[in-house]
């Protein structure tokens, strides 16, 4: 009974590159919420997707930054032309359903910026 | 606006003893969520407790429980009988309701909690 899965658990990537995080779902979970914790502090919320639907998108930075969850497949965070502040750790959480609260997150992406 | 507040940086304990980490919330909602996540050095995100505002009884899951006070709007998390492995950041964190039917969590800043032998 696997939990929330994310990979890679470490990301390094040079300014102007692009960044790829992935979150799998608990199993039978159609809901993925992303957060961000930058250093030293609590988590922030991005983003929440239904499959194939991104149902809240204001915790997410305008430029740069999107999400998906197809049908098939993991939830993707991508952050294009990443920035040294873009350094951070990504955690997900998912739920079976809308109004089910998640409580369980992934190991989470740490993300360095060279 | 919804708000938690962690007033303590930093605790130290010695081990076997008790500990109380503070978080008081503000929120004008009437149904709401309360938990508390310890995250080790290693960086994951471990849920620990929840309460919930309707519950009438204070949560407790081995030797975590959480004092909920709801009229102070406070939800300490107690660890009783500390082990050197308890040495971690807590965090307390809200369920924030929206019109749209789903949850998202809001998130104090953190105590950093250091058990001594």
């Known amino acids: 009974n696997a939990g929330v899965m994310q990979n890679p658990r470490h990301l390094v990537r040079r300014r102007g590159q692009e960044a790829r995080l992935r979150c799998s779902p608990m199993k039978g979970h159609s809901h993925v919420y992303w957060y961000r914790q930058l250093p030293e502090e609590g988590l922030k919320f991005m983003v929440y997707?239904?499959?194939?639907?991104?149902?809240?998108e204001s915790g997410m930075p305008k430029e740069r930054f999107s999400a998906e969850f197809p049908k098939e497949g993991p939830s993707i965070l991508r952050i294009q032309q990443v920035v040294r502040g873009d350094s951070a750790a990504y955690f997900c959480?998912?739920?079976?359903?809308?109004?089910?609260?998640?409580?369980?997150f992934g190991d989470g992406t740490r993300l360095s910026i060279l | 606006a919804q708000k938690i507040t962690q007033t303590q940086p930093g605790m130290f304990v010695q081990e076997k003893e008790a500990v109380t980490l503070d978080c008081t919330y503000d929120?004008?909602?009437?149904?709401?969520?309360l938990f508390w996540y310890k995250q080790p050095s290693s960086g994951e995100m471990i849920f620990l407790i929840y309460q919930g505002s309707y519950d009438e009884q204070n949560a407790t899951e081995g030797r975590y429980s959480l004092n909920f006070q709801k009229a102070r709007k406070s939800a300490n998390l107690v660890i009783s009988a500390s082990q050197l492995g308890d040495s971690a950041m807590y965090f307390c964190?809200?369920?924030?309701?929206?019109?749209?039917?789903?949850?998202?969590?809001?998130f104090g800043a953190g105590t950093r909690l250091a058990v001594h032998p």
């Open positions: 964190a809200m369920r924030e309701g929206s019109k749209g039917g789903y949850n998202k969590l809001i």
């Open positions: 929120t004008s909602d009437q149904s709401y969520g």
């Open positions: 959480a998912s739920s079976p359903q809308r109004g089910h609260q998640p409580q369980h």
């Open positions: 997707l239904q499959k194939e639907n991104i149902i809240d």
